[in-house]
């Protein structure tokens, strides 16, 4: 979908909202065209779609906030927002943000919804293609995720640029 409209629907009603809608056409929707055309077909196309979605948001939120560390960490606002995210700043410096998801409501909510299985396609999945919108040149490293069992996240940036 492309539009000149812009996308302010996280900044208004946050992501855990907007995750939740989202889970809760796209559930379905996913069943029905996995029952038509496979289920792996279709989360496969989910996946990558919505990875291409990231990435743009990453690139918009850059655009308008700047693509530094403390920029980054501004933008986590949007997805902390109203306790969705519980975080502990490890490091931040112009060239290193760490930091671990101590609680992820993001998780709660799809099991609660039943689709735990979709969590990762859904949200977790976004997190390497946004940063890659958001400044080209920085990485992620994160070994485990709540949504895969593990007790925290371990989010590991690195702006230096470095190949």
């Known amino acids: 979908m492309t539009t000149d409209l812009p996308d302010t629907i996280t900044q208004t009603i946050g992501v855990l909202t907007r995750r939740e809608t989202e889970a809760r056409i796209l559930a379905p929707v996913i069943d029905a065209l996995g029952k038509e055309f496979g289920r792996e077909a279709v989360v496969n196309t989910v996946r990558d ?4 979605l990231a990435r ?3 690139a918009s939120l ?3 906030y700047g693509n530094g560390t403390d920029a980054f960490l501004e933008t986590l606002a949007f997805w902390t927002q109203g306790g969705a995210l519980e975080i502990e700043v490890l490091a931040n410096s112009d ?3 760490d930091f671990n998801v101590n609680r992820c409501r993001y998780a709660e909510m799809y099991r609660a919804l039943g689709v735990a299985d979709l969590g990762a396609v859904l949200s977790c999945n976004r997190d390497y293609a946004m940063v890659e ?3 080209p040149k920085a990485k992620l490293t994160r070994d485990q995720t709540i949504m895969g069992g593990a007790a925290c996240c371990t989010f590991r940036y690195d702006f230096s640029g470095q190949d």
């Open 49 to 52: 779609v919505i990875i291409g």
């Open 56 to 58: 743009d948001q990453g």
């Open 62 to 64: 850059a655009a308008e």
């Open 95 to 97: 060239t290193k943000l």
């Open 133 to 135: 919108g958001f400044n």
